[in-house]
């Protein structure tokens, strides 16, 4: 198993930029596909991005196609997410999660996956 911590998140103005990480702990980091889900308050969870085991492969909410970018160092068992051009609607929590199960990207569904961090707030002001 594997023990996911999320950090960077923060305060940021209408088009600003934040790096978000997850630091993984435990089972070989570059044995899970990886993702990162956001939670807005009232909201259901949702997908956001996704990268294949050895990040050759990436997939993309339409929402945040063009301005999040989603990275992993396996070297450094940490997990990326580069969000620039921030909008007030990317207020949320957002989490990495990990899916064992899976040798490539097969879901966006957070049911797919498996391990999840605490979270870290990330706010977009107007």
């Known amino acids: 198993q594997v023990q996911l911590v999320e950090s960077g998140g923060g305060l940021v103005q209408a088009g600003g930029s934040l790096r978000l990480a997850c630091a993984a702990s435990?089972?070989?980091?570059?044995?899970?596909?990886m993702a990162w889900f956001r939670q807005a308050p009232g909201k259901e969870r949702e997908f956001v991005a996704a990268?294949?085991?050895?990040?050759?492969?990436?997939y993309y909410a339409d929402s945040v196609k063009g301005r999040f970018t989603i990275s992993r160092d396996n070297a450094k068992n940490t997990l990326y997410l580069q969000m620039n051009s921030l909008r007030p609607e990317d207020t949320a929590v957002y989490y990495c999660?990990?899916?064992?199960?899976?040798?490539?990207?097969?879901?966006?569904?957070?049911?797919?996956?498996?391990?999840w961090g605490q979270g870290t707030q990330v706010t977009v002001s107007s």
């Open positions: 435990g089972r070989t980091f570059s044995s899970y596909v």
């Open positions: 999660a990990a899916d064992q199960r899976h040798t490539t990207i097969v879901t966006t569904s957070a049911r797919g996956y498996d391990y």
């Open positions: 990268i294949s085991r050895g990040g050759g492969s990436t």
